[in-house]
T-cell receptor, first 109, second 114 residues
Framework: LAKTTQPISMDSYEGQEVNITCSHN???????ITWYQQFPSQGPRFIIQ???TKVTNEVASLFIPADRKSSTLSLPRVSLSDTAVYYC??????????FGQGTTLQVKP | EAQVTQNPRYLITVTGKKLTVTCSQN?????MSWYRQDPGLGLRQIYY???????DKGDVPEGYKVSRKEKRNFPLILESPSPNQTSLYFC?????????????FGNGTRLTVT
């Protein structure tokens, strides 16, 4: 099982770009990298997923280098509503899963 | 609407009184799992089920039981709850047929054991 390491917390200001990096040195060949966002008292929700290179959707981008031992979630021009906990999960979203502690992002006005 | 439904949202009980937290999904997902979330510890997997009648332990299974008699339901059972099981619980499901199909989470059950 791939263990992940993320910063515990990050601060940012409205309108800035935020990059959260996740380390996953023992990622397996068939593992995906999935990021989830969690607001207080709610269940985590899917943001973005990738296997290699770069993935972009309407809310975020995910950058994955060639060796896949890390990944970076990029949130463009954050707003106060992006304040949340962000989890990086490595695997196939099935079977035994290990979530890290997540990164608490605080966006300030 | 595709969703994972947990009940109840809030539960206060006393030590030793058996309880069940229900989880149901309407997406025909094969995979279901339970997590507990405690401050500073993130999400920890309790049990998971790859399909009907197939369940397995996650990282923190002690004190919990599960069953998967039907595809849509995956109840979490605490036979004799203790105060250290006070926590926020989440159920999740995903499709095993979709490559890396993301997890869908319920809105959580906040359990307090006194």
């Amino acid at each position: 099982l791939a263990k992940t390491t993320q910063p515990i917390s990050m601060d940012s200001y409205e309108g800035q770009e935020v990059n959260i990096t996740c380390s996953h040195n023992n990622i397996a060949t068939n593992d995906y990298i999935t990021w989830y966002q969690q607001f207080p008292s709610q269940g985590p929700r899917f943001i973005i997923q990738g296997y290699k290179t770069k993935v972009t959707n309407e809310v975020a981008s995910l950058f994955i280098p060639a060796d896949r031992k890390s990944s970076t979630l990029s949130l463009p021009r954050v707003s106060l509503s992006d304040t949340a906990v962000y989890y990086c999960l490595v695997g196939r979203n099935t079977g035994k899963l290990i979530f890290g502690q997540g990164t608490t992002l605080q966006v300030k006005p | 609407e595709a969703q994972v439904t947990q009940n109840p949202r809030y539960l206060i009980t006393v030590t030793g009184k058996k309880l069940t937290v229900t989880c149901s999904q309407n997406m025909n997902h094969e995979y279901m799992s339970w997590y507990r979330q405690d401050p500073g510890l993130g999400l920890r997997q309790i049990y998971y089920s790859m399909n009907v009648e197939v369940t397995d332990k996650g990282d923190v299974p002690e004190g919990y039981k599960v069953s998967r008699k039907e595809k849509r339901n995956f109840p979490l059972i605490l036979e004799s709850p203790s105060p250290n099981q006070t926590s926020l619980y989440f159920c999740a499901s995903s499709s095993r047929t979709g490559l890396g199909s993301p997890l869908h989470f319920g809105n959580g059950t906040r359990l307090t054991v006194t």
